[in-house]
Structures are given as structure tokens and as C-alpha cells.
């Protein structure tokens, strides 16, 4: 798809709108606000913040309090022009409020209703860095193309998504929302998820818009801390952290949000270099950019701006087009245009974008969902489990097995761990529209697939471990199932940990398990790489499935049994110990590389390796790769290499392709993938395996965002992680 842009005949509308609104309507073009909670609690809705983030109540009781509240929707408002968006769920509302904008507004222009549609609505899917882990590209566009149908039916043009930040360091919650850490990856990953929210043309029935978020190098908050400050060259943020940006703004993205952090000391919210420069000049982005939660207000707090009305002037100044629930334009950009503090031409383009994306989105002409729309996806159809099931089991990377699994059905199977029979806990963070009815838990899933299983809770993240319970739920088995992990709300945003082992007592269930003497299979549920050096000395079996989304049980139940062989492949480096964090496969080169001598680029008291690197997966079968050659041609350089599957499983192997640019004007990622390919293999069969990477994808930014392709020596690797790879030499010209 191209770059978002109007169409002539409703470009020429925007601007007769344009020079109809007042000033105050414009502003109200560029607030977005979420309803207020107003009361109908016995404690200020402050305090009760409060009593929540010191864990005086539970989420889950915050969550029924808030049902009762009594909202204010800001009809009047509306009606006055001064609102032009809205985050909502409830599409009854949402007709609501859309009718009094369209038909009781003066202008009538309809609201941009958004949401976090992050991994799918009611059809949850994987988080996405487990998502990430398929390395599919249709799977990627199909679960996206299907939240937008889901989405849209609930009057949710605009999602939040995709989250595309490059995530390196496990510390940080937010990296369950992330494809990972790769550039190359989450570039696949990003342009796939534009796709399939927005469809070929936007505007579609069934199709939203995409904002891609959050920009930029939130993922690279200092010490995994999330809000936390970033610093970084220029040129690590072109060449790492922005080729997905760049990539979903080239494949149509309409929209970008801002991220929490400062880049290089101002806050991305209010940052000229990234907003106007980089994404709006550089890339030619057309779409309009939304600030994050409340985080034009935060600018005071960050000691940038001096109050809420300094804060409105950086901002927009900036090129930030829309103020998510801070009212720092509402309060004051009216009256800072007036007096000329704003320009009216900044205020102009600002609300050009936004209208834009109102008018290419089709909401002039459709701004309502029907009584039927509404009630579509009640009950989930088929085909939407269908593909929630194929991408959770796709999502699954085999870790370690030493001949325990597949299990057989004749297996009596003693499930143990409190996560295994939790059915919310499979939706992962942010997965808002997830519906108890439609989720399937572990042993749900065993149950299904009749599997004869003994189930006992015996310990979870945040309960005690209880020896009795796994010795009753042992006692007869011939294998022990052991589901360990995190909670859902152990990632996702404000969710950051510092220690990554198994959280409580969890690591005492797995020991008591081994001292049986029976296989242990340990299925890890979480959100972020775990630091599992423990587990992997001691454990036979180990399956990462992460949070699967809805069909979860399923999909865990066709891998254990071997009704589907892993093919999953890891999105992101688990370290060995945490103190290795931030970890990844693509750093640059050091002047004294890990190695056996002192003096070199390590810890004293950590292996010198991640335990499991990026891009690394088992399968129930092996692939040997041989014959690894290398071609140039005038634009491009081939690799050819041949797998063969050499075990008894038929399986798919992601072939993946790496190269090292030897000697550069800047140092260099010791390594980086270029490309990959999946490739079906039955037992014994050989493919020859062809990867192309253009000769113009071989260069990078310098830090004054030239592109440069510099001759000299690459070497290129092949293999089934960026680990374990064969390796060929060449020398280029460009
Ligand atoms: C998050 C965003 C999200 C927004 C709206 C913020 O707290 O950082 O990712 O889209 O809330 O819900």
C-alpha cells in the first residue's frame, strides 16, 4: 500500500470545512478525552486511585467499583463543536454521542471514536510478542484484519495499535506489547498490521484506522523502568529503533502516537526533531499524531513546560496534533491563537490532519453502527477461533525437550499451577474486549482434547506453594504438567520488574515435581522473557506460550500432544540471569568481545551467553542445514542453502538470514537479520531454500539521517536461530 493521503475531491472538502469552523471548533477538532468518572463511589474517585495503586483493593474489585460509576459523556460539549474524539467502548454510547456531534452540532462533523484493540477485540489473540514468534506475516495481518471487523461492529474506527517499539531489555512490562527486538521483524510485523486494520482502502465498513505507537524508543527506557528517561544517538534510533515506524508509514498508517519518554532531553510529546522533522518532513506523514494519555500535562512534571498553558504551545508548536485527556488545548489553544501566542496556521494544520483522517475513514458518510452490527459478534464465528487457534499454536517455541514430549494420550497427565486453570489469565495484558465465555484455559484444553489429566492448583505467581497438593495430583501420573509464570497484569504498561526468575514460589513447585522422579514438562505463561537458567539445567521439558489469547488451551493441548509440531521461533533474546538485561542479538561490536579473559566485555558472575538466543525454537524433529552459497547480482545478493527435516515429525522451519557489515564509518550490530523464509519439510525431505537481500538494504544512518552503503566485507549467515548459523564472506561495491 502507499503513504496515507486525501483523495482530491475530499482534500477540497476538508478546506471548505475548514474555513467554516471558528476557532473554538477547531480546537475541538484536536480533544480527545475519555468519559469522566464523576462519583457514585463513598470516596473521592482520587482516593480511590490511590487506595488501588497502594493495593488496598484489587483490580478486579477497582474494576467492579467502575462499573457502577456514574460517567460524564460531555454531551454539551459535543454539541458546541469542542470534542473530537472519543475513547469508548460501548457502542450504544458511541451512536449516542455520534448523533448529537453529526446532528446537533453546528458543523456536524462526527467524532473519531478509538480503543486499545491491541491483540485482537473479543477474539483474542497472542500478545504480540508472542505473536511475533510465528515470524508470519499473513497470520499478522489476518488476527489484525479480524479486531478491525470486531472493533468496527462496536463503532471503534481508530485503534491504538500496532505498539511497534522495539523492545530489548525484559525488564520493561511493555514488552509483551511489542513484536520484540528486531528491526527487520517488526518492520514485517507493522507494515502486516496496517494491512490488515486498515484494509487496501481506507474507509471500508469493516476496517480501522492504525496508530502506530509510541514514538519513539520507548522501548529503550533506562534500566527497563518504564516512563523512564531514553538517551541515544541519532543513528542507533534510525538504524534500531524507527525502521517499523518507517515502514508502516510507507504502507498508509493514518495515524502515530507519541511516546511517554524524552528523547535526548525533551519529551517526545513536545519534540520538533521527531515530530516534524523525522516523521512529518522525512517521511512525508500525512496522517495526524495523537499525544499519549495525559502526557501534554506531563510536560510540566518533566520540567519542560511551566504549566498546562506553556505545555499547549510546546506541543502543538511541536507538530502534536491532538491532546489525549491532558485539556491543555481545550484550556488554552483558543485563546493562544487569539492573541497570536499560536499562529492560526499551526492551529490550521493540525486540524487539516485530523479532518483528513475523519473524511478518508468514510465517518461523514457512515458515522453509525446498526442495532445488527452491534450484536454481530455476540457469538464469536468459527473462522475467528479458527485463526486464534492457528496463530497460538504457531506462537508456541519448544525451548528445551529431552524426549519427554509429545506426550501420548495414554499418558496420565498430573496438571499442576494456578495459571493453568485461570481462563482470563490466557488474554494477556491489554485485551480489553476479552470475554470469559470465550476463553480456554490449559485444562479446559487437555480436558478437550481427552487427555486424562488430574488437575490441583498447588502454587501460582502470587500464591503459596502446597506440597500435599501436587503429591495427590502426582500420585498416579506418569507425567507432570507444570504451568508457571506471570500474571497478566505482571506486564503489559506500569508493569515493570527487576528480577526475572519465576515469581513466588514457583520455582519450589518445579523442584518438588523433579524430586517425583516422574518427566516434568514445564509450560511457561507470561508476558516477557523470564530468566530461566535454573529451569533449563534441571527441567526435560520446556514450552514457552507466553499469553495465547482465547484459544490458548487448545493450542497448548495440540502441542503437547504433538497434533501440531512447534515452529515457533523466539522474538526476543531470554538472558541467563537478569542482571544481563538489557539483552539482545544486535548490538554493536565492542573492541574486546565476551571471551574467556578478564578483560573483556562481561560479568564476573554471569555466563558470558543469553540462555536462549533471538530467533530460537525447537521443533519435534531436527533440520540440518548444508550447501550454503552465495551469489551477487547487480541489485541484490542470493543465499542459497539446503534444510533437511533428519527426524520423524513433518514440521516448518523459519529459515532465517543475517549479515554482518564488517568494517563501517560507524560500529556496527555485530549481526542483523535481512530475511527469512518458512519452509515445510516432511521427515526426510530437503529443500533448497532461496533469500534475496537488495544490495540498498545493506547500508545505515549516520547520525545526521544520511543513508550510506559503504563497500567493503559482509559476511552472511544462515541457520534456525541468529545463533547457530553457517557463514559465507563477500565483498561488495555499491
Ligand atoms: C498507553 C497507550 C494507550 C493509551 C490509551 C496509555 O496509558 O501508554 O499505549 O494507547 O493509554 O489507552
Request: aromatic share 8%.
Amino acid at each position: 500500500m502507499a503513504k496515507f493521503t486525501l483523495r482530491e475531491e475530499q482534500a477540497l472538502k476538508v478546506e471548505e470545512l475548514l474555513k467554516k469552523m471558528t476557532v473554538a471548533e477547531k480546537v475541538g477538532q484536536l480533544h480527545q478525552l475519555s468519559p469522566s468518572i464523576v462519583g457514585g463511589f463513598d470516596v473521592s474517585f482520587e482516593e480511590l486511585i490511590e487506595m488501588l495503586t497502594e493495593g488496598r483493593i484489587t483490580n478486579e474489585e477497582f474494576g467492579q467499583m467502575m462499573e457502577g460509576a456514574e460517567r460524564d459523556f460531555h454531551e454539551e460539549e459535543i454539541r458546541e463543536g469542542r470534542i473530537g474524539s472519543f475513547l469508548l467502548d460501548d457502542p450504544e454510547k458511541a451512536n449516542e454521542l455520534q448523533r448529537i456531534a453529526v446532528e446537533e452540532s453546528r458543523l456536524g462533523i462526527p467524532l473519531l471514536i478509538g480503543f486499545d484493540v491491541i491483540h485482537g477485540f473479543q477474539t483474542v489473540f497472542p500478545i504480540p510478542l508472542g505473536e511475533a514468534c510465528t515470524w508470519n506475516q499473513e497470520l499478522f495481518e489476518a488476527s489484525a484484519s479480524i479486531a478491525a471487523k470486531e472493533a468496527s461492529s462496536h463503532n471503534i474506527r481508530w485503534t491504538f495499535a500496532p505498539m511497534v517499539d522495539i523492545a530489548r531489555d525484559a525488564r520493561w512490562g511493555r514488552i509483551s506489547e511489542s513484536p520484540g527486538e528486531d528491526p527487520y521483524l517488526a518492520g514485517v510485523y507493522s507494515r502486516a498490521k496496517v494491512r490488515g486494520f486498515q484494509g487496501k482502502e481506507p474507509g471500508g465498513q469493516e476496517h480501522i484506522a492504525a496508530c502506530l505507537k509510541h514514538f519513539a524508543a520507548y522501548g529503550a527506557v533506562e534500566s527497563g523502568q518504564d516512563y523512564n528517561t531514553v538517551s541515544m544517538a541519532h543513528s542507533m534510533l534510525h538504524n534500531g529503533y524507527l525502521p517499523p515506524v518507517k515502514a508502516a508509514v510507507e504502507e498508509g498508517a493514518m495515524t502515530v502516537m507519541a511516546a511517554f519518554n524524552d528523547y535526548n532531553g525533551v519529551p517526545c510529546t513536545v519534540n520538533p526533531y521527531l515530530l516534524r522533522k523525522v516523521l512529518k518532513k522525512d517521511y512525508g506523514f500525512e496522517g495526524f499524531v495523537v499525544s499519549d494519555a495525559t502526557a501534554i500535562k506531563e510536560c510540566v512534571a518533566h520540567g519542560i513546560a511551566a504549566d498546562l498553558a506553556d505545555a499547549s504551545k510546546k506541543a502543538i508548536e511541536a507538530g502534536m496534533d491532538m491532546d489525549m485527556n491532558s485539556h491543555a488545548y481545550h484550556n488554552h489553544l483558543e485563546t493562544q491563537v487569539e492573541d497570536k501566542t499560536v499562529s492560526i496556521e499551526t492551529l490550521n494544520e493540525a486540524v487539516r490532519r485530523v479532518l483528513s483522517v475523519k473524511m478518508a475513514l468514510g465517518l461523514f458518510e457512515r458515522p453509525y453502527v446498526s442495532e445488527e452490527e452491534m450484536k454481530r459478534y455476540e457469538e464469536l464465528p468459527k473462522e475467528h477461533k479458527e485463526a486464534a487457534l492457528e496463530t497460538a499454536k504457531r506462537s508456541i517455541v519448544l525451548l528445551k525437550n529431552e524426549q519427554v514430549l509429545p506426550l501420548r494420550k495414554d499418558q496420565k497427565i498430573a496438571l499442576v499451577g494456578e495459571l493453568a486453570d485461570m481462563p482470563m489469565e490466557v488474554l494477556g495484558a491489554w485485551s480489553l474486549g476479552g470475554r470469559e465465555k470465550d476463553c480456554v484455559s490449559i485444562y479446559q484444553g487437555l480436558k478437550d482434547a481427552g487427555a486424562s489429566v488430574t488437575y490441583q492448583t498447588c502454587c501460582g505467581p502470587e500464591s503459596d506453594f502446597c506440597k500435599e497438593a501436587l503429591m495427590e495430583a502426582a500420585e498416579d501420573a506418569d507425567v507432570i504438567v507444570a504451568v508457571v509464570g506471570e500474571t497478566s497484569a505482571m506486564s503489559g504498561e506500569a508493569a515493570s520488574r527487576s528480577d526475572l526468575t519465576l515469581p513466588g514460589q514457583q520455582q519450589e513447585l518445579l523442584k518438588e515435581a523433579l524430586a517425583t522422579g516422574k518427566p516434568v514438562v514445564a509450560v511457561l505463561m507470561n508476558g516477557r522473557p523470564l530468566a530461566l537458567a535454573w529451569e533449563q539445567e534441571h527441567v526435560p521439558a520446556i514450552l514457552e506460550c507466553w499469553q495465547l489469547g482465547i484459544e490458548m488451551g487448545h493450542a497448548v493441548a495440540d502441542v503437547l500432544f504433538g497434533a501440531y509440531n512447534p515452529s515457533g521461533k523466539l522474538s526476543c533474546t531470554f538472558p541467563a540471569v537478569t542482571g544481563q538485561c538489557p539483552r539482545y542479538y544486535n548490538h554493536p561490536s565492542t573492541g574486546r568481545p565476551a571471551g574467556k579473559s578478564k578483560f573483556t566485555s562481561r560479568y564476573l558472575d554471569a555466563p558470558l551467553a543469553p540462555l536462549y538466543p533471538f530467533g530460537y525454537g525447537l521443533s519435534y524433529t531436527e533440520y540440518r542445514y548444508e550447501g550454503f552459497q552465495l551469489k551477487e547480482t547487480e541489485t541484490a545478493v542470493l543465499a542459497q542453502v539446503t534444510v533437511r527435516n533428519e527426524g520423524s515429525y513433518g514440521g516448518e522451519e523459519t529459515v532465517q538470514l543475517y549479515v554482518r557489515d564488517v568494517t563501517g564509518s560507524l560500529v556496527r550490530p555485530v549481526k542483523e537479520l535481512k530475511g527469512f523464509q518458512k519452509v515445510r519439510l516432511s521427515p526426510g525431505e530437503a529443500k533448497k531454500v532461496l533469500l534475496s537481500v537488495e544490495k540498498k538494504d545493506l547500508g545505515f544512518y549516520n547520525d545526521e539521517m544520511e543513508y550510506l552503503l559503504e563497500d567493503g566485507e559482509f559476511i552472511f549467515y544462515v541457520g534456525g536461530n541468529s545463533r547457530d548459523c553457517m557463514e559465507q564472506e563477500i565483498s561488495l561495491k555499491f
